[in-house]
């Protein structure tokens, strides 16, 4: 739908101009050719919501399109999961990908450790499972995704060091599921001496980052997240990362897998 308005040449914007008689006709018909199968599946909205009609290829709107741009917000949300043990490299690569391409980044672990940090009800049971390597509750972690989400106007996700076990799978399923559209799982792969190696010289301050703690978590990541991984990897979503090379080296491949979105 994103290539559609812009071949069309209308912005948001356009809505003034519509409303102040720039354009000649409201109701003239508009077509476009699209070869993007995403406006099939979309055809049946657009028809009640614009007058479109999908014929061979052609999609013709006999509405104005201010009311296809409120049909484009609904749009599935893009979801790319980032997973990989403490230190991979997930956060520096998920800088460079929202730079890069656009998308929305957040941190389970920065949403939680926001949330321990905000006094909120949760935040002595968040900082007890962080400080002994566990993974905490899923109804606390999925909904503060949700509201980052629902809050943003920009509609392609990178959800870094989510789902980490079965638990918040499941719930992802329960409270998501269907409303947004999983791309794929970007998997940094990285041992933990080079982990540990990295936690250590990053030197950040985090609680969960000490030595003793590292360990923990990536037992953890180990025991309950590959299994995660192993899910979808029978899905045919994983895209395996080399992390132990550096940065660059690392983007020169994360690039390869989002040229196409």
């Known amino acids: ?72 917000a ?20 998920c800088a460079r990908i929202v730079e890069e391409y656009g998308f929305i980044h ?24 962080m400080l002994n390597g566990k993974i905490v509750p899923v109804e606390i972690t999925i909904n503060l995704i949700k509201k980052e ?29 269907d409303t947004a559209e999983i791309k794929f799982v970007m998997f940094f792969d990285c041992p933990r001496e080079v982990c540990m190696e990295r936690v250590v010289k990053r030197g950040e301050g985090r609680t969960d980052d000490d030595p003793d703690v590292f360990r923990k978590r990536f037992d953890t990541y180990l025991s309950q997240t590959m299994p995660i991984i192993d899910i979808f990897e029978a899905k045919g979503l994983v895209r395996k990362l080399d992390a132990t090379a550096g940065p660059d080296e690392v983007f020169s491949e994360v690039k390869k897998l989002f040229a196409g979105l």
């Open 149 to 177: 989400m629902l809050n943003s106007e920009v509609k392609k996700f990178l959800i870094d060091g989510f789902p980490r076990n079965r638990d918040n799978l499941d719930g992802w399923y329960r409270v998501i599921g």
């Open 1 to 72: 739908l994103g290539r559609l308005v812009a071949d069309s040449s209308v912005a948001t914007s356009h809505d003034d101009h519509l409303s102040s008689g720039v354009c000649a006709s409201r109701q003239r018909q508009r077509q476009f050719r699209t070869h993007d199968s995403s406006i099939h599946h979309a055809h049946l909205s657009l028809q009640s919501a614009c007058g479109a009609r999908v014929e061979e290829g052609m999609l013709t709107i006999t509405r104005p399109l201010t009311r296809l741009v409120q049909v484009m």
């Open 74 to 93: 609904a749009v599935r949300p893009m979801v790319v999961f980032v997973l990989g043990g403490p230190g991979a490299g997930k956060g520096t690569q």
């Open 106 to 129: 957040f941190s389970a672990g920065d949403l939680l450790r926001k949330e321990r940090d905000s006094g909120s009800k949760d935040g002595a049971l968040i900082q007890d499972h």
